[in-house]
């Protein structure tokens, strides 16, 4: 279960976000503050894996929460902001300082769970191992990655509309799910090729990705296409 905190001056935006929020498995709103002090003494006294900031707050914005934040040892909480600034110094400031992603206001439901199911997808893939090579990290980047989703005219770097299309096509003709070897030897490419097509397609909601546990060895990651 994930641990949510919410960070928002307007209690009715808040009260929304905790709605969206009860929509989603695995996830759960641990606690609430109107104002940057309040978040972060919240903060320091519980557990929380992701904070949902907004920028404007009465006593702080929301940059300077994120330093007093990483200031004081908290630096195992991740953070999405969610704010109606548009200044781009805000933008700026809220990426240097490793923000998962930010959100413009108003946010629709689908775009709110789109990007708490990114980061649900984020954190486990990166507590599947222990020790890490490039595939992994190259797929753990691709999940964090902001890029546009999948259009018939705009790909993100990296990913080859001809290509992608023969990953999903194999995908569509599956049933029991299919491992990146395997789909790597369908498609005669790399591993880390074809890990990183089917991240994307985890990333843009189209498959889903589980740890299988086998009898020895370390769990292998298996994606399956998502019912509808």
Do not use: C, W
Request: net charge negative.
């Amino acid at each position: 279960m994930l641990n949510v905190f919410i960070a928002e001056d307007d209690f009715r935006i808040a009260d929304i976000h905790e709605q969206f929020i009860s929509k989603i498995n695995g996830v759960r709103v641990v606690g609430k503050a109107l104002n940057g002090e309040d978040t972060i003494n919240a903060l320091t006294e519980q557990p929380v894996d992701l904070l949902l900031l907004d920028i404007y707050m009465p006593d702080k914005l929301g940059v300077e929460v994120i330093t007093e934040l990483r200031t004081k040892g908290l630096k195992d909480i991740d953070i999405i902001v969610i704010t109606a600034a548009n200044e781009r110094n805000f933008l700026e400031e809220s990426l240097r300082s490793g923000v998962f992603s930010y959100l413009i206001k108003p946010v629709l439901l689908d775009k709110f769970v789109e990007e708490i199911e990114r980061y649900k997808e984020y954190k486990k893939l990166l507590n599947s191992q222990d020790y890490v090579d490039q595939e992994f990290v190259d797929s753990l980047l691709i999940t964090n990655s902001n890029e546009p989703q999948i259009n018939e005219q705009q790909h993100p770097k990296g990913i080859d509309p001809l290509t992608l299309k023969k990953v999903t096509e194999i995908m569509d003709h599956l049933k029991d799910g299919i491992t990146a070897e395997e789909i790597r030897m369908k498609m005669g490419a790399s591993r880390t090729t074809a890990r990183r097509y089917l991240e994307y397609l985890v990333s843009t909601g189209e498959i889903n990705a589980e740890l299988e546990y086998g009898v020895v060895g370390r769990p292998e990651r298996k994606y399956y296409r998502r019912e509808n």
